[in-house]
């Protein structure tokens, strides 16, 4: 081999101004350290951000999961366990319901037909046993996770609203504003107010009046008249109505305002009353302008 001639393993030759090349593994692939960002092997601390623990993490997600059912409970629905037979067999004992909180933020009143949720108005619960929740049970009831066990509702259907007239004897259905409800919905063997008939009398202003469907089994309106209020319900204790029969689950259905409070004639029948007022008024004044007329006229014929 002539003098001065290199071999195909010896080292490059340098070059003046041109850094030497870095050297390769047998792959090819370039030295820790070396190339884009993106090629930087897992945790070198390059390129990406390092990922929180689960375990870190599952703490704000419970207090957010908290928050949220708080504000479900105060301001969308509640869910509330029924403790007696007075609504069967629409509800049972142990069903729970869902309430819609809601709508009442916007102002809306119980209607006739529904099933609403309410708070004593006025001694209906006194004497009755409160049973006593554990630490975890008053927290579940307090977040909406699980019905409230200490405060005092009562769960009914409206019967009768403001400006209603209700009535019911002995042997006869219901009636509003004249027109008798077929209640298809009372509990088998029942009937409509047998054990304490009631009125006539006229629902005042921001009240309602309640009534079980299990009429003999349901302290209802009919048994508090001679309280404070009447046996009528405020509607500022008004909870909300009762949507759903969510538990148990062969028991789910939802709660729809029977088709007899949408008989035609039962609203129209609560201005009657109203309307035969001003109809009073409007009769002699029409007579006064007649016989004013009749003056006028004779006077322009003399």
């Keep these: 081999m002539a003098v001065g001639a290199r ?67 105060t301001f969308l629905v509640q869910a509330f366990s029924i403790p007696s037979d007075s609504m069967m067999n629409t509800l049972q004992r142990g069903d729970r319901v869902l309430v819609d909180k809601l709508t009442p933020w916007f102002g809306s009143e119980p209607e006739r037909g529904e099933v609403v949720v309410f708070h004593d108005p006025g001694g209906w619960l006194e004497g009755e046993p409160t049973p006593e929740p554990n630490v975890f049970q008053e927290f579940l009831s307090f977040i909406g996770l699980m019905p409230s066990a200490e405060e005092k509702d009562l769960i009914k259907r409206t019967i009768a609203v403001a400006g209603d007239t209700v009535e019911c004897k002995k042997g006869g259905p219901v009636m509003v504003n004249g027109k008798a409800l077929r209640e298809d919905y009372l509990y088998p063997g029942s009937s409509a107010c047998d054990d304490q008939p009631f009125g ?9 009046w309640v009534m079980g469907d299990n009429r003999q089994n349901s302290q209802d309106s009919r048994y508090h008249m001679e309280d404070v209020n009447r046996g009528f319900v405020p509607v ?54 007649r016989r004013r007329l009749s003056a006028q006229a004779l006077a322009a014929r003399g």
Excluded: C, M
Aim: charged letters at 25%.
């Design 236 to 289: 500022d204790k008004v909870v909300g109505r009762a949507v759903v029969v969510a538990w148990p689950l062969n028991r789910w259905s939802t709660l729809p305002v029977p088709a007899t409070y949408d008989q035609p004639g039962l609203d129209a029948a609560a201005a009657v009353a109203p309307s035969a007022l001003g109809l009073a008024g409007a009769v002699p004044l029409v007579l006064w302008r």
């Design 7 to 73: 071999s195909g393993h010896d080292d490059p030759e340098e070059r003046p101004g041109r850094l030497p090349e870095q050297p390769s593994d047998a792959s090819g692939a370039a030295p820790a350290g070396g190339g884009d960002d993106d090629d930087a092997p897992e945790g070198s601390g390059t390129g990406q951000k390092k990922q929180r623990s689960f375990w870190k993490e599952l703490p704000l997600l419970i207090g957010i999961a908290l928050l949220l059912a708080l504000l479900i409970k």
């Design 200 to 208: 006539p009398f006229k629902v005042p202003e921001d009240r309602i």
